[in-house]
């Protein structure tokens, strides 16, 4: 199937068939206009790309930080501590936002269980 792009055809359709459907394409000559044109486009995506990451990475800080403070309230004992960290709101959202994290588990008692956890994603972060 040959399909014809223009100036104005959507880049993303372009570049999905191009890439993905491996379709025949004719193309206008290269201009100075095409080349300005498809380097804002670049650049649009680039920029919603460091977007996301940057939110990303204030979640995973917002967080860690929510983590932190849980740790160092001394009027919570350790259990609960363990409840509130491994919980859905703070070790699974973690494990959604950091990519290939993992850490060791001394499943020695809840304050060990807790520092290691929070020790691990203390450098991951860090890492990142």
Same mark, same amino acid.
């Given at each position: 199937m040959? *399909?014809?792009?223009?100036l104005t055809?959507?880049? =993303? @359709?372009f570049?999905? !068939?191009?890439?993905? $459907?491996?379709?025949?394409?004719e193309f206008e000559?290269l201009t100075e206009?095409v080349?300005d044109?498809?380097?804002?486009?670049?650049?649009?995506?680039?920029?919603?790309l460091v977007t996301?990451k940057?939110?990303?990475g204030?979640?995973?800080?917002d967080i860690f *930080?929510?983590m932190?403070?849980?740790?160092?309230? =001394? @009027?919570l004992e350790? !259990?609960?501590?363990? $409840?509130?960290i491994?919980s859905?709101?703070?070790?699974i959202?973690?494990?959604?936002?950091?990519?290939?994290?993992?850490?060791?588990?001394p499943?020695s008692?809840y304050?060990d269980d807790?520092l290691a956890?929070?020790?691990?994603?203390?450098?991951?972060?860090?890492?990142d």
């Amino acid at each position: 199937m040959n *399909q014809e792009y223009h100036l104005t055809s959507n880049y =993303k @359709s372009f570049i999905m !068939d191009n890439i993905v $459907n491996d379709y025949s394409m004719e193309f206008e000559p290269l201009t100075e206009m095409v080349l300005d044109k498809s380097i804002a486009y670049f650049q649009t995506l680039k920029d919603e790309l460091v977007t996301i990451k940057n939110r990303s990475g204030k979640e995973i800080y917002d967080i860690f *930080q929510i983590m932190e403070s849980i740790i160092k309230n =001394k @009027s919570l004992e350790w !259990d609960e501590k363990y $409840n509130l960290i491994f919980s859905k709101n703070i070790s699974i959202e973690l494990s959604k936002l950091l990519d290939d994290f993992s850490y060791y588990d001394p499943d020695s008692g809840y304050e060990d269980d807790v520092l290691a956890y929070y020790r691990a994603v203390k450098d991951k972060i860090k890492m990142d």
